[in-house]
């Protein structure tokens, strides 16, 4: 199989990247692409159907208001809209630029034996654990 000479992989090597960088990438462009045409629109759009239905925000309730306070400059409001939605959304930011960073050779990519099946315990039972202490969360805040 041919290796890169730059980063010293193979083409299967460096395919999560490849992928995730892409998909990451095109993702944010076409959120960037959408509040910049239509500032107001993804707000007016979008409309949580369990909320709508049961009163009560869903886990991911609060995401375009996220969007809609980052693209004002607002981290504390979009803090307070969901505080896991925009962990996520920075801990995305921070791959895609590794994730570009090991397709262009400049890194070497990171392997975690320890995320391969089967999954540790703690992270088993730790994410859908934040998961619902945010859920709590925006259910009390009233998002």
């Known amino acids: 199989?041919?290796?890169?000479?730059?980063?010293?992989?193979?083409?299967?090597?460096?395919?999560?990247?490849?992928?995730?960088?892409?998909?990451?990438?095109?993702?944010?462009?076409?959120?960037?692409?959408?509040?910049?045409?239509?500032?107001?629109?993804?707000?007016?759009?979008?409309?949580?159907?369990?909320?709508?239905?049961?009163?009560?925000?869903?886990?991911?309730?609060?995401?375009?208001?996220?969007?809609?306070?980052?693209?004002r400059g607002d981290l504390a409001a979009a803090l307070a809209a969901n505080p896991l939605a925009l962990l996520v959304m920075g801990s995305g930011l921070l791959y895609l630029g590794y994730a570009w960073l090991v397709v262009a050779g400049a890194l070497r990519p990171v392997r975690l034996g320890w995320l391969s099946p089967p999954m540790p315990i703690w992270l088993r039972w730790g994410l859908p654990a934040v998961l619902g202490v945010n859920w709590v969360y925006l259910i009390l805040a009233g998002v």
């Open 1 to 71: 199989m041919p290796v890169c000479e730059q980063s010293g992989l193979t083409p299967v090597d460096s395919s999560p990247e490849l992928l995730w960088g892409s998909v990451g990438t095109a993702v944010a462009a076409a959120g960037a692409v959408l509040f910049a045409v239509a500032p107001g629109v993804p707000g007016r759009l979008t409309q949580c159907l369990f909320k709508a239905g049961t009163g009560v925000p869903c886990p991911t309730c609060g995401l375009t208001r996220v969007l809609e306070a980052l693209a």
